[in-house]
């Protein structure tokens, strides 16, 4: 059975570029309990990559720019699962960073999984990519539970995707209409010598954090909002940080933020592909009180979760899903260069189930997810939590900020930042 691609999913396909390759992905780290035999991994993650009918497609793509996924006859799980041994974290560092820079091949089953041996402690790392036209945030966590040991949630695959009317409503013309015109009053030139924006052909890194919920929960009680409002603040302050050194960062600096909004049903949408919107967010790296850049965040998010995620510049997503297929395969190379006119970085937030996970007997212990970088963009931010930890992963071509303990020291400098803001007034810790 076959089944076709979204517009916005071959917006995704056709955007894809050797500088800019547009795959999410996952770098998790397991504790075992015994030796590990890298081979007898990588066979359990094929066995089970096996049984998922989303892992066994790829897009066949028509004469009218439209894509159908369909079953690849030549599928061989071995081919996407691979096994790497390296000593340091240095050196797993840089081999992460090297795999997430390579793209996938899109004339199969666009999806790899990497096991690396060799971590401190006896550890591995399981680094998982899935190409953007495959699946969004959420899609990608089912398909990814699917790999887990049997405990693990069952979250549904891809059901059919239901044939779109030719003819569209007139509600349906006046949303796209609306949202058009906002994404186009929301455009703006891009920022000379900014250092969010810069030439894609620089080498890119991955670089990976960990904090502790137990202190953002402190702060978001103190001050109230949301996990994810806290979470922002920390992320504006490393970045103020970052542009304040490049004297970017001016009394009324902002960074604009596309923060992706979920939009499938909380009731378990199953459905392929991409089904996502997103907010449009001015991250205030010019403000230097940090109870000042939470209170600006939290306030801009209540604004946008009030209007919804079908309006204003954030719902990009969802005029792209409105435009037929042959377009974006005439435009991809034009319109995937003109994100520095509407965002300057991404800032994804990845839900995780908060029970234990485990694979082939060994506990998970950590899950950073790793967000694409539009073209022109610096960097692109992904946080995910997963039981008592957040975790904050980079995906960035500045030197600077691919270093992990720069990354370690500012946030946890902010961190205590909005933790003695707590002792001002007066809140115990």
């Known amino acids: 059975m076959t089944e076709q691609l979204s517009p916005l999913d071959i917006a995704f396909l056709a955007m894809e570029g050797n500088s800019n390759p547009l795959h999410l992905g996952a770098v998790a780290t397991f504790a075992p309990t015994t030796p590990v035999h890298p081979a007898r991994i990588a066979a359990v993650l094929c066995e089970r990559a096996q049984e998922i009918p989303r892992l066994r497609q790829r897009a066949r793509t028509s004469l009218l720019g439209g894509a159908r996924w369909v079953e690849d006859p030549g599928f061989v799980p071995e081919d996407h699962v691979f096994t790497h041994h390296v000593r340091g974290r240095d050196r797993f560092a840089t081999l992460v960073s090297h795999l997430m820079a390579q793209p996938l091949d899109l004339a199969r089953p666009p999806w790899e999984l990497h096991v690396i041996t060799g971590l401190a402690g006896g550890r591995f790392a399981v680094v998982a990519k899935l190409h953007h036209s495959l699946c969004d945030g959420m899609k990608a966590v089912g398909l990814g539970l699917q790999l ?13 995707v239901q044939a779109r009317s030719i003819i569209p409503s007139l509600r349906g013309i006046k949303d796209t209409i609306d949202i058009a ?16 924006l810069t030439a894609s052909s620089r080498p890119r890194r991955v670089v990976m954090s960990r904090l502790d919920l137990a202190d953002v929960h402190r702060i978001r009680r103190a001050h109230g909002g949301t996990v994810n409002d806290v979470l922002l603040a920390l992320v504006t302050g490393a970045l103020r940080h970052w542009l304040s050194a490049h004297g970017s960062a001016g009394p009324d600096s902002v960074v604009r933020a596309l923060i992706p909004v979920n939009q499938r049903s909380r009731s378990g949408d199953g459905a392929a592909g991409n089904q996502i919107s997103g907010f449009l967010v001015s991250l205030p790296v010019g403000e230097p009180d940090p109870l000042e850049r939470l209170r600006s965040v939290r306030e801009q998010m209540e604004t946008a979760k009030a209007a919804g995620p079908d309006r204003g510049a954030g719902a990009l997503p969802l005029l792209a899903d409105k435009v037929p297929p042959f377009v974006h395969r005439l435009a991809a190379p034009v319109a995937s260069r003109c994100a520095p006119l509407l965002f300057d970085t991404l800032v994804t937030s ?37 039981r008592s930890s957040v975790h904050v992963c980079l995906n960035t071509n500045q030197s600077w900020m691919s270093d992990a303990q720069w990354l370690d020291g500012v946030l946890r400098r902010e961190l205590a930042a909005l933790q003695d803001a707590r002792e001002l007034v007066g809140l115990p810790r």
């Open 148 to 160: 887990f040991d049997a405990s693990r949630l069952s979250i549904p695959d891809a059901l059919p």
């Open 350 to 386: 990845v839900p995780l189930p908060s029970v234990p996970l485990s694979l082939d007997g060994a506990a998970l212990c950590e899950m950073y997810p790793v967000a694409p970088v539009a073209p022109g963009h610096a960097v692109g931010i992904a946080l995910s939590v997963y």
């Open 181 to 196: 015109s906002s994404v186009l009053m929301n455009t703006r030139p891009p920022t000379l010598n900014s250092p969010v």
